[in-house]
């Protein structure tokens, strides 16, 4: 099947914490990043259309944001390192902290034609596409 995405996706493994509302207890690593989403790789996914919180450790810099629950993939623990893609995919609502960092993290340069509007910052600015770089 031909992947029809057209955002490319750095593949990064980052430490994350999440959860819905302020509680972040669970812990899982992302497997890719862009700049509108990322995959979580986690056997304990949320519902698709929820609202989670999540912070990114990355270089002793905490980066936290709110996203949105596209899809999900439950896999049973004991086959989780078998399937590709068992967790969640989440689309990026607003930053609170460190949204310079977390396209930082999105090193290769991607193709920004026709690509959404980026999620604003805390302050409700946006970045205009013609300056990223990710």
């Not at 304990?44 to 810099?61: A, C, G, K, M």
């Amino acid at each position: 099947m031909a992947d029809k995405r057209d955002v490319q996706r750095s593949r990064k493994r980052v430490a994350i914490r999440f959860g819905v509302g302020g509680d972040l207890q669970r812990r899982a690593f992302s497997e890719d990043l862009s700049p509108l989403g990322m995959f979580i790789k986690t056997a304990n996914v949320s519902n698709p259309n929820t609202v989670l919180r999540i912070e990114l450790l990355h270089d002793d810099q905490v980066i936290s944001l709110d996203a949105r629950v596209m899809w999900a993939k439950r896999v049973p623990q004991n086959l989780f390192h078998l399937v590709k893609k068992g967790g969640m995919g989440v689309r990026i609502i607003r930053f609170h902290s460190g949204r310079e960092q977390y396209l930082a993290l999105c090193a290769p340069p991607l193709q920004l034609s026709g690509m959404a509007p980026l999620p604003p910052d805390q302050d409700g600015r946006l970045l205009e596409p013609e300056t990223l770089r990710c």
